[in-house]
């Protein structure tokens, strides 16, 4: 896994952005451990196997989201 935002997860996963900062905010003890601060804007690679654990996010999910397409 690659590090990500927290906007590419929310799409991967299909949920809003607010819904994730909520799932965030409950799980803040395991985010910490893993050096995810309440502010961050982009997510180590162990944070987001552990969101993509969690949430049944494959990595295929990222490249079908559309959220970041090229037009090259």
């Not at 927290?6 to 952005?17: D, L, N, P, R």
């Not at 049944?56 to 397409?69: A, L, N, P, S």
């Amino acid at each position: 896994m690659k590090s990500r935002t927290k906007e590419e997860i929310a799409a991967a996963c299909g949920m809003c952005t607010r819904t994730l900062r909520r799932w965030f905010a409950m799980h803040r003890a395991e985010l910490r451990a893993l050096g995810v601060s309440k502010y961050a804007k982009r997510l180590p690679p162990r944070a987001v196997e552990f969101v993509c654990n969690q949430l049944v996010i494959d990595e295929e999910d990222f490249e079908t989201c559309g959220m970041y397409t090229r037009s090259h």
